[in-house]
């Protein structure tokens, strides 16, 4: 039997159970982040000191307070983006207002489908749709080879790269996609 797939675009998720797998998914993908999500507090933060750590609570609180496009099988979360449509990005020269992609998470069970390419696929229409002027942008870090090839794949450019700000040879890269 072929399982049932289905986005879902929250601009705040309100349903507890949605919440609960949210932060589910999060703790079960947090050690594939560099640093890990069990050292972050936030989906922004920009010093990647080593924080105290609370789990992934204070990430997923964070999380929380954006819109997100759940991707789910059969009526379960197996995937999301979180993100921003009007965000100052203060790392940016200039600090612009972008359309800013905050944190793609896909159940390590669920890899290898296409799933991740298709939630950002989703995001993307939802964003030119919305606000078809605004230049869409993300980071990630420089050792991030699955998100590296699908960035190059879905048409982002690096637009501005912080040398070793992750630790020793691990960037932190920022990557636009135009506006159409």
């Given at each position: 039997?072929?399982?049932?797939?289905?986005?879902?675009?929250?601009?705040?998720?309100?349903?507890?159970?949605?919440?609960?797998?949210?932060?589910?998914?999060?703790?079960?993908?947090?050690?594939?982040?560099?640093?890990?999500?069990?050292?972050?507090?936030?989906?922004?933060?920009?010093?990647?000191?080593?924080?105290?750590?609370?789990?992934?609570?204070?990430?997923?609180?964070?999380?929380?307070?954006?819109?997100?496009?759940?991707w789910k099988q059969d009526g379960k979360t197996v995937g999301l983006l979180s993100f921003r449509?009007?965000?100052?990005?203060?790392?940016?020269?200039?600090?612009?207002?972008?359309?800013?992609?905050?944190?793609?998470?896909?159940?390590?069970?669920?890899?290898?489908?296409?799933?991740?390419?298709?939630?950002?696929?989703?995001?993307?229409?939802?964003?030119?749709?919305?606000?078809?002027?605004?230049?869409?942008?993300?980071?990630?870090?420089?050792?991030?080879?699955?998100?590296?090839?699908?960035?190059?794949?879905?048409?982002?450019?690096?637009?501005?790269?912080?040398?070793?700000?992750?630790?020793?040879?691990?960037?932190?890269?920022?990557?636009?996609?135009?506006?159409?």
């Amino acid at each position: 039997m072929a399982e049932r797939e289905e986005s879902v675009l929250r601009l705040r998720v309100q349903d507890e159970e949605e919440k609960r797998e949210i932060r589910e998914l999060l703790a079960l993908c947090a050690g594939d982040f560099v640093p890990p999500l069990t050292q972050r507090s936030s989906t922004t933060q920009q010093s990647w000191e080593q924080g105290s750590g609370d789990g992934v609570a204070l990430y997923a609180e964070a999380l929380l307070q954006q819109s997100v496009l759940l991707w789910k099988q059969d009526g379960k979360t197996v995937g999301l983006l979180s993100f921003r449509p009007e965000y100052v990005c203060e790392a940016l020269p200039g600090q612009p207002t972008v359309f800013y992609l905050s944190t793609l998470c896909v159940s390590p069970a669920c890899r290898g489908q296409g799933l991740a390419r298709r939630i950002y696929e989703a995001v993307l229409a939802f964003a030119r749709e919305t606000l078809p002027e605004r230049p869409v942008v993300l980071r990630t870090w420089s050792t991030n080879a699955p998100q590296l090839r699908l960035m190059a794949r879905l048409g982002f450019a690096e637009i501005f790269r912080l040398p070793d700000d992750r630790g020793p040879g691990v960037d932190t890269v920022y990557y636009r996609l135009a506006p159409r």
